[in-house]
């Protein structure tokens, strides 16, 4: 049985948690990191991180109707409310109402989400920029697989696990 992360010998004062529970632990791990860098990002930003993740997403898709952001975001859209709700207060983003169906609106950054929709550092994004710049491509490409594979399988329990390439 593999022990992660490979590096860490067993005998190195840790105890063998088995594959499993070990992987859990560094997904903890990776929340507990994700949860106090948000918070962080709110103090110094005004900003947590997923309010700065919708706010990225619209900067790259202007014009992106909220349902089609909470599918991207993988969010429910009652979720992606709150969100969006907050960027609006803060005058990062706004909403235009489609021109063919009036109960759908379309996103959009404003001047001071533009301004705000810059690369920063101390943020989760940059510190993911780092990591998978010094993993390189194949090992980013299996580990985004686990996780893509974690998601559905915690958003979809009954579901068996499929194979994948």
């Known amino acids: 049985m593999r022990t992660w992360p490979a590096h860490a010998p067993a005998d190195a004062g840790q105890p063998d948690l088995g594959e499993v529970l070990e992987f859990m632990r560094l997904l903890w791990a990776v929340s507990h990191g994700m949860q106090k860098t948000s918070k962080h990002m709110a103090r110094r930003l005004g900003l947590t991180g997923p309010q700065r993740l919708g706010l990225r997403l619209i900067g790259r898709f202007p014009g992106v109707a909220a349902g089609e952001l909470a599918h991207l975001l993988r969010l429910h859209p009652s ?21 063919n169906d009036r109960r759908r609106f379309h996103l959009f950054l ?18 993911v920029k780092i990591v998978l710049a010094r993993l390189g491509e194949r090992r980013v490409a299996t580990a985004a697989q686990v996780l ?11 579901r068996q696990g499929e194979k994948t390439n």
């Open 79 to 99: 979720t992606l409310t709150g969100i969006l709700v907050r960027l609006e207060r803060q005058g990062l983003i706004e909403r235009r109402p489609d021109d």
């Open 148 to 158: 893509d594979a974690l998601a559905e399988q915690l958003m979809h329990p009954g």
């Open 110 to 127: 404003t001047v001071k989400g533009q301004r705000a929709n810059q690369p920063s550092s101390g943020t989760v994004e940059t510190a």
